[in-house]
Nanobody, 121 residues
Framework: QVQVVESGGGLVQAGESLRLSCAAS????????MGWYRQAPGKQRELVAS???????HYADSVKGRFTLSRDNAKNTMYLQMNSLKIEDTAVYYC???????????????WGQGTQVTVSS
């Protein structure tokens, strides 16, 4: 089993910054994908940023140029540096980790409990 824990959320004013962390732990063989998703009240969960095992990153258009994803493979940890935060960034941010227990097994998805990010005017 893999445990996923997010941290770093909080309440900030528009224009300020936050850094989210996502740590995966447990019986880890190989992580093939890590991604940040968010869900605002009344809206569907959406992809914010992701990184593949080949270190290919992807950003949603709404956060390009403001958010930066980084990854520490040795610690199985992913970070999301969020700058120039906007009110519309307010949401619960979730970490998704795609993990496989061996090369013969298809990967499984694991989710954290989420961390609240609130941006005020």
């Amino acid at each position: 089993q893999v445990q996923v824990v997010e941290s770093g959320g909080g309440l900030v004013q528009a224009g300020e910054s936050l850094r989210l962390s996502c740590a995966a732990s447990g019986s880890i063989f190989v992580i093939t994908y890590m991604g940040w998703y968010r869900q605002a009240p009344g809206k569907q969960r959406e992809l914010v940023a992701s990184v593949s095992s080949a270190d290919a990153t992807h950003y949603a258009d709404s956060v390009k140029g403001r958010f930066t994803l980084s990854r520490d493979n040795a610690k199985n940890t992913m970070y999301l540096q969020m700058n120039s935060l906007k009110i519309e960034d307010t949401a619960v941010y979730y970490c998704n980790v795609r993990h496989r227990t061996s090369w013969a097994v298809r990967p499984s998805d694991y989710w954290g409990q989420g961390t609240q990010v609130t941006v005020s005017s």
